[in-house]
């Protein structure tokens, strides 16, 4: 099966910024969309971003209004969250996820139960 190994994550200021990656490997990564969820402590988990397997294709969370970009690079297996403007209600665990469907582009692209996630990485946003 697949393994993520994710980085990146750690303090930032308010209006800060970080990036995080993600490297996978044990299968045809350019074959799978991958995603960004996360959980802030007693909240549920919630879709940060998405990316189809071929990088033209993305979608991003509600919350995240212009300041979060995910991207791809398919010749490195990796994929990247990068996040400005930062804010105190965005500190949690932010986990890279892969699709474990081939070549999909639809709109069933929020749903957790489809992906397999990493083990996640904390970014903590302090005032």
């Known amino acids: 099966q697949v393994q993520l190994a994710e980085s990146g994550g750690g303090l930032a200021q308010v209006g800060g910024s970080l990036r995080l990656s993600c490297v996978a490997s044990?299968?045809?990564?350019?074959?799978?969309?991958m995603g960004w969820f996360r959980r802030a402590p007693g909240k549920q988990n919630e879709f940060v971003a998405a990316i189809d397997w071929s990088g033209t294709i993305t979608h991003e969370g509600d919350f995240v209004k212009g300041r979060f970009t995910i991207s791809r690079d398919n010749h490195k297996n990796t994929v990247s969250l990068q996040m400005n403007n930062l804010q105190p209600e965005d500190t949690a665990v932010y986990y890279c996820a892969a699709d474990r469907r081939i070549y999909y582009n639809g709109n069933d692209y929020s749903d957790p139960q489809v992906y397999d996630w990493g083990r996640g990485t904390q970014v903590t946003v302090s005032s």
């Open positions: 044990g299968r045809s990564f350019a074959l799978y969309g």
